[in-house]
């Protein structure tokens, strides 16, 4: 009997999720217009508690993308400009003497916040870069011996130029590796483009964005993730689609048991972008290029023969199937 009410209060939840979700596409729908791939995979990564890389050239609205959805959740937000003198204090803060008290004081950086937009964050120098590891990782910011916590929750969307535009440093893999999820961002179609500029027209879009939701009701969604059900079956599909990287021909370094975890979260999380309260195998290939292409190292043969790291992942899902599929 305990099972049926277990199973009805998360098919109860798993509505009210949806209803969360869907206020919140069709706001950010209002700016970004015919990126409907790049909305839910925002959102997917919100959920998921996980933080975001956006990679395009500029004039993309990679920003916007990022100030729509923050203006969109009531949390605190922070952005900072990496520039090629940006310093680790900028994001981390720093102690000062406060000569009334006679005491050090920490004064906060850009990265006490929830919801951070760090900018162009390849145009900063390697340093500077890796002052975020802790805070991405551990969610908390230590200066001068002493730790802080960050609010709950924290993520960081970062934007970044292609590699080889002007004043680019390249993000060492270990950082790259702490982000959950990457999406590269393509020109629009000339019917969009028409649907943006006729939307500027008279006003500014992004002025007519309110906020649908708070940092607490994110958390609560994000806490629920657990409860999204998933049978070892898929399970065992993330894994192996994962430990095909490490093997492939064309990989210098496959995906980390961190990339997997990401992999399954995100499932979780597309889950319930779909009104399911249950993970299927659709949910993990929906999300494993955007996961998983960011980490993977390629040989120089795969750059010799032009080959990408989102083929090397869609050749490998053509290969690995789900376990009821499978011949």
């Known amino acids: 009997m305990s099972e049926v009410i277990n199973i009805k209060e998360l098919n109860e939840r798993i509505e009210r999720e949806s209803v969360f979700v869907d206020t919140l596409r069709s706001e950010m729908g209002k700016v970004i217009i015919g990126q409907n791939h790049l909305i839910d995979t925002l959102l997917i990564g919100l959920l998921s508690n996980g933080h975001i890389l956006l990679e395009g050239v500029p004039g993309l609205a990679k920003t916007l993308a990022i100030t729509t959805l ?19 204090s900028d994001i981390t803060g720093f102690t000062m003497w406060n000569r009334r008290t006679s005491e050090f004081e920490y004064r906060e950086g850009a990265a006490n916040c929830q919801l951070l937009l760090a900018d162009e964050i390849n145009r900063t120098s390697p340093k500077t870069q890796s002052a975020l590891l802790e805070i991405m990782e551990e969610r908390t910011i230590t200066v001068d011996g002493e730790t802080h916590a960050l609010p709950a929750p924290f993520i960081c969307i970062a934007t970044q130029n292609p590699l080889g535009s002007a004043g680019t440093q ?6 790259i590796d702490r982000f959950m999820v990457s999406l590269s961002i393509g020109y629009p179609t000339l019917e969009n483009q028409m649907k943006i500029i006729n939307a500027q027209r008279y006003s500014n879009p992004l002025e007519e964005i309110r906020a649908v939701t708070n940092a607490q009701n994110l958390l609560e969604v994000q806490n629920y993730l ?10 065992a599909y993330a ?9 492939h021909p064309l990989v210098e370094l ?29 949910d993990v290939q929906n999300v494993f290029v955007d996961v998983c292409a960011h980490r993977l190292a390629l040989r120089p043969q795969a750059r010799v023969e032009g080959v990408a790291a989102k083929q090397v992942l869609e050749e490998i899902m053509a290969k690995i199937k789900p376990a009821h599929t499978e011949e």
């Open 226 to 235: 657990t409860s999204v059900r998933m049978t070892d079956g898929v399970l």
């Open 170 to 175: 390249p993000l060492p893999q270990s950082q």
């Open 239 to 247: 894994i192996r689609l994962c430990e095909q990287t490490r093997s």
């Open 254 to 282: 496959g995906i980390s048991p961190r990339g997997v975890s990401a992999l399954v979260r995100m499932a979780r999380a597309g889950a319930i972008l779909r009104e399911r309260n249950y993970v299927v195998p659709e």
């Open 70 to 88: 923050a203006q969109a959740v009531d949390a605190k937000f922070s952005r900072i400009q990496f520039t090629p003198d940006t310093l680790p």
